[in-house]
Every structure is written in structure tokens, then in C-alpha cells.
Nanobody
């Protein structure tokens, strides 16, 4: 089993910044894709950003140019740097990681961290 611990959420004013972290621990063979999702009240969970084991990144159109995903493979940790935050970025943010071997992988979810953008 893999445990994911997220941190870094909070209340920030519009235009501000936050940095989320998600550290994986437990029985880990290899971590492949690492992703950040978010879910706002009354809305479906959506993919925000992803990063492969090789460092290739992708972003939702709504966050391109404002958010940056990165990872520290030695520490099995993924980060989400969020700049120029807007009220519509308010949501619970979840990390999701893919762990296992090349022929057998499992996805695990973090517990979520609240991000609130408000003046």
C-alpha cells in the first residue's frame, strides 16, 4: 500500500500564490505518473496537471501559464506551484499517483487539501 500526504493548502487572496506538496510513502516499487486533480463544490473532479516519470508535463487549459507541476523522484514527492490564483481556483485539491511495475500499476489518492481564493 502507498500512503499520500498532501500539504500546502489554505486561504489566499486573488493574485496570490500557494505551493502544494504530496509525499508518497509505504510499499513503493516505482512511481510513474503523478497528477493533481481538483473538485469544487457541486462540480466533478477535474485533472489539473500531470507529470510523467520522465518529467513530461501537461496542464488543463484553465491553469496553463499559472500553475507548474514538478516532482522530486528521490523523495517520491510531487508539487504544484500555483500563481496568479483566481476565485475559480477554489477547490479541494487531490494528488493521484501511479505506483508499481511497468506491467502492473495501481493508482492511489491523497486525502485532499482545501484551497480557497477569496478577498
Amino acid at each position: 500500500q502507498v500512503q499520500l500526504v498532501e500539504s500546502g493548502g489554505g486561504l489566499v487572496q486573488p493574485g496570490g500564490s500557494l505551493r502544494l506538496s504530496c509525499a508518497a510513502s509505504g510499499s513503493i516499487f516505482s512511481i510513474y505518473d503523478m497528477e493533481w486533480y481538483r473538485q469544487a463544490p457541486g462540480k466533478q473532479r477535474e485533472l489539473v496537471a500531470s507529470i510523467t516519470i520522465g518529467g513530461r508535463t501537461s496542464y488543463a487549459d484553465s491553469v496553463k501559464g499559472r500553475f507548474t507541476i514538478s516532482r522530486d523522484n528521490a523523495k517520491n514527492t510531487v508539487f504544484l506551484q500555483m500563481n496568479s490564483l483566481k476565485p475559480e481556483d477554489t477547490a479541494v485539491y487531490y494528488c493521484n499517483v501511479e505506483e508499481g511495475k511497468s506491467w502492473s500499476r495501481t493508482r492511489f489518492w491523497g486525502q485532499g487539501t482545501q484551497v480557497t481564493v477569496s478577498s
